[in-house]
């Protein structure tokens, strides 16, 4: 399986010891290379157990060394080894944490091939990743075949449940009657049962409901937790309801709930989009003051708000602080710099943060496709209604290199431009307009005409006006 080994066994090997020296070793391959020096002692007597192989297997799932976990789960049936649930359970895992249900459904469909029957333990976390990838059409088939099984329905069980009936607004009152009849089945409903709850009802604007929910929550003995919290005010902030959001965020430090960054974000968020980005900085101050990290969205909240109120200067300033934390900005965050700056007539500084965007590795994809056309374009046009066409073309020559769309409003504005200065350069741009199936209007035409004829350039002007009456008259 490794590279051969060099490791010196005592005379006596014990699982313990092979363990021990694979925990202790950080490098993969190392570690591997213990594993199969220790397979080799076999001879000796030595055998792998299930706390060697079930190590081994946790190891190479956490590098997603997917297909070699998977081969060890062979070998250990094929060596009598008793494969353990929490074995399985840690492949249903690491098959979750990459987002690949079927897979964990394919692993859980092999439990009888690997003589080790499912307890309620493995349906519960199968059914959970089901309904936390939004497979919830699978998901409510498996809890079909769990209740087919004889699962006993539990807490956990029923949150689950819950949680994937919340998901969409169709199916939240199945939800609120499955919470209603659990006390009658002998199952009380927990925070987590209340917090799925809350944050289901704000995911689809029922505020006022997960407000009273909250109040029901305290009223039957269950305290809210920070996660009960922070869903409210999230959908509080979400349904433009910013002083309930601040007066709630006043009671849950009042009860001695400690705010997490979730919440601090939601109410950055609530603030920035109303105007109170200044607001929303001071919070972020007190924030950092509890040793609370700011993440990406806490920042993207901050310099959208600051560019929205126009103060441009606030949001690089957030973008600073945002890198140097090792947050790389995205597509989006790039743009509304270079738009504030635009904005502000400040092409030159919108034109180098463009220049920092491309550097920094920024391309195109499906997604953000349409703001890198636009902002590219902006910044062009912008320099052009300067009247700086040399500081627009080599961004312009950039959009062509790399296959970002050319509008004909920056075709124009580059002609005219142009005609000015450099009539060569405009003839240019004309011919790449129309290669790329742009037609030039009359008023373009007139610019170029009139470019060659203010510079006595009659014969120029004549052979072009020749060849687009020619060309006219082909297509016709």
Not at 232 to 242: A, E, F, P, V, W
Not at 251 to 272: A, F, H, Q, R, W
Request: proline share 4%; aromatic share 8%.
């Amino acid at each position: 399986m490794g590279s051969k080994s060099v490791t010196k066994w005592p005379k006596q090997i014990t699982p313990s010891l092979v363990e021990g020296l694979i925990y202790s070793e950080r490098d993969l391959d190392k570690a591997i290379s213990i594993f199969d020096a220790a397979t080799a002692e076999y001879s000796n007597g030595f055998r792998h157990d299930r706390s060697t192989f079930g190590l081994m297997i946790r190891r190479l799932l956490s590098a997603n060394k997917f297909v070699p976990a998977e081969d060890m789960l062979v070998r250990m049936k094929r060596e009598k080894c008793d494969i353990t649930e929490d074995i399985l359970l840690s492949v249903y895992r690491a098959y979750a944490r990459v987002h690949k249900p079927l897979e964990v459904m394919r692993v859980f469909g092999k439990t009888k091939d690997y003589e080790c029957e499912p307890t309620a333990k493995s349906y519960i976390t199968v059914f959970s990743i089901l309904v936390s990838e939004s497979q919830l059409k699978m998901a409510f088939k498996f809890y079909r075949h769990m209740r087919q099984k004889g699962i006993p329905t539990s807490v956990p069980s029923l949150n689950v449940l819950i949680k994937a009936l919340c998901k969409t607004a169709a199916t939240m009152d199945s939800a609120f009657r499955i919470f209603d009849e659990m006390p009658k089945h002998g199952h009380a409903p927990d925070s987590y049962t209340y917090g799925t709850l809350i944050n289901g009802l704000c995911r689809h604007g029922r505020t006022l409901e997960a407000k009273e929910l909250l109040i029901d929550m305290e009223a039957k003995g269950c305290s809210p937790s920070v996660v009960s919290y922070s869903c409210l005010i999230h959908g509080l902030c979400q349904s433009n309801k910013l002083a309930d959001a601040l007066e709630l965020f006043k009671e849950m430090k009042s009860k001695g709930v400690e705010p997490n960054v979730y919440t601090y974000s939601s109410l950055i968020d609530g603030l920035c989009k109303n105007g109170y980005s200044l607001q929303a900085m001071e919070l972020l101050e007190r924030m950092t003051r509890k040793s609370l990290v700011p993440n990406s969205i806490t920042y993207s909240s901050l310099i959208h708000g600051f560019c929205s109120e126009g103060k441009i200067t606030e949001a690089v300033r957030i973008l600073d602080r945002m890198k140097l934390q090792d947050l790389k900005p995205d597509a989006g965050l790039y743009s509304k710099i270079i738009n504030g700056f635009c904005e502000m007539n400040k092409f030159q500084e919108a034109a180098n943060f463009l220049d920092e965007m491309v550097l920094s590795g920024i391309t195109p994809n499906r997604v953000t496709w349409g703001l890198h056309v636009r902002v590219h374009n902006r910044v062009v046009q912008g320099f052009c209604a300067e009247g700086c066409p040399n500081k627009a073309f080599p961004i312009y020559l950039g959009l062509r290199t790399r296959g970002i769309s050319v509008e004909m409003k920056t075709f124009e504005s580059l002609i005219r431009c142009f005609c000015k200065t450099d009539l060569h350069k405009a003839a240019r741009i004309l011919d790449e307009m129309v290669i790329d199936g742009c037609i030039p209007d009359e008023e373009t035409w007139n610019d170029i005409f009139s470019g060659f004829l203010d510079r006595r350039k009659v014969r120029e002007a004549a052979e072009l006006l020749h060849a687009k009456l020619i060309d006219e008259f082909q297509n016709a």
